[in-house]
């Protein structure tokens, strides 16, 4: 069975450094998506950024973008620049690409960025 | 509107009352799917739907009874919860091809409490 671990519950940045949140998985698939998802206090859990990892290339998102390194099966997250608006709950998720297949989520990381 | 959007954003209930929550998918998507997030828990899996068919039920007892009457419409009727019901619950939509399913997008939430 596939796990997603985050081993930060919480941390905190003073705004427009830069913060990276960690995310380990365990899986013996080889096609799989991977994910970050973002949660403010408002509650709307928003897609941040999605690797596929056939894809040797990191993706990025403007301020967002990740280190994948697939053999060590990690798959952090960079916020660069970072703003208040970026204070929320960050999930990892993990997903084979598969019809009937779950999302498996991390259990999240608390970030607040202090003005 | 736009995305997935659900409502009513809050409701008050109790035990003996009898309501449904909704859920609007606008991506053109063909599964759904239902969380509940409980504080200090990880996000759970409830139900599923593809192609409004239901092919996913996580051991929610009967007191939560699903509806999918078509690919962008999702319900969760509701009939004499529990105070431990109390959440926030979450409809998600995805993209599926064939065998092959896409990352989900969230609605804002439904924050339900149960007196």
């Known amino acids: 069975a596939q796990t997603v671990t985050q081993s930060q519950p919480e941390m905190s940045v003073q705004e427009a450094e830069t913060v990276t949140l960690s995310c380990t998985y365990d899986?013996?698939?080889?096609?799989?998506?991977l994910f970050w998802y973002k949660q403010p206090p408002s509650r709307q859990m928003i897609l941040v950024i999605r690797?596929?990892?056939?894809?040797?290339q990191n993706a990025t998102e403007n301020r967002f973008s990740v280190n994948f390194q697939k053999a060590a099966k990690s798959f952090s997250l960079k916020i660069s620049d970072s703003q208040l608006g970026d204070t929320a709950m960050y999930f990892c998720?993990?997903?084979?690409?598969?019809?009937?297949?779950?999302?498996?989520f991390g259990k999240g990381t608390r970030l607040h960025i202090l003005p | 509107e736009t995305g997935v959007t659900q409502t009513p954003r809050h409701l008050v209930m109790g035990m003996t009352n009898k309501k449904s929550l909704k859920c609007e998918q606008h991506?053109?998507?063909?599964?759904m799917y239902w969380y509940k997030q409980s504080a200090k828990k990880p996000l759970e899996l409830m139900f599923v739907y593809n192609f409004k068919e239901q092919t996913e039920n996580n051991s929610v007892p009967s007191r939560f009874s699903p509806e999918c009457p078509n690919s962008s419409h999702l319900f969760l009727h509701l009939h004499t919860l529990q105070p431990e019901d109390s959440a926030l619950y979450l409809c998600?939509?995805?993209?599926?091809?064939?065998?092959?399913?896409?990352?989900?997008?969230f609605g804002p939430g439904t924050r339900l409490t149960v007196t």
């Open positions: 690797q596929e990892a056939y894809k040797q």
């Open positions: 899986t013996s698939e080889s096609n799989y998506y």
């Open positions: 998600a939509s995805s993209k599926i091809i064939g065998q092959e399913a896409y990352e989900q997008y």
């Open positions: 998720a993990f997903m084979k690409p598969l019809r009937d297949d779950k999302i498996i």
């Open positions: 991506l053109g998507h063909n599964a």
